[in-house]
């Protein structure tokens, strides 16, 4: 069975950093991204890699501030977050799927998310 489980969220002041972790058990995946649902909109893109290849994808709104990078022996991927923003506050999800291009789109395989609250 798949199993993505995402970890490292929390509670932080604006300008803090946080990391996020995902890790995959079950299968490998080539391609990896995170998303995120703040409270009352849409989910939307964040970042994705693929690991094979080494690729990389932000969203406008977190380049320059996120960094997502994966470790294949541990098939973990991270989210490194600095300079955080109040607009940032956020469920994050872990997703996976063979295809970058999927990844990036609408993966088939989801974590259940960690609460990222950034406060002002």
């Known amino acids: 069975q798949v199993q993505l489980v995402e970890s490292g969220g929390g509670l932080v002041q604006a300008g803090g950093s946080l990391r996020l972790s995902c890790a995959a058990s079950?299968?490998?995946?080539?391609?990896y991204s995170w998303f995120r649902r703040a409270p009352g909109k849409e989910r939307e893109f964040v970042a994705a890699?693929?690991?094979?290849?080494?690729?990389?994808y932000y969203a406008r709104s977190v380049k320059g501030r996120f960094t997502i990078s994966g470790d294949n022996a541990k098939n973990t991927v991270y989210l490194q977050m600095n300079s955080l923003e109040p607009e940032d506050t956020a469920v994050y999800y872990c997703?996976?799927?063979?295809?970058?291009?999927?990844?990036?789109?609408?993966?088939?395989?989801w974590g259940q998310g960690t609460q990222v609250t950034v406060s002002s």
């Open positions: 997703a996976a799927d063979r295809s970058f291009a999927v990844a990036v789109a609408t993966p088939a395989n």
């Open positions: 079950g299968r490998t995946f080539s391609s």
């Open positions: 890699i693929s690991v094979s290849t080494g690729t990389t």
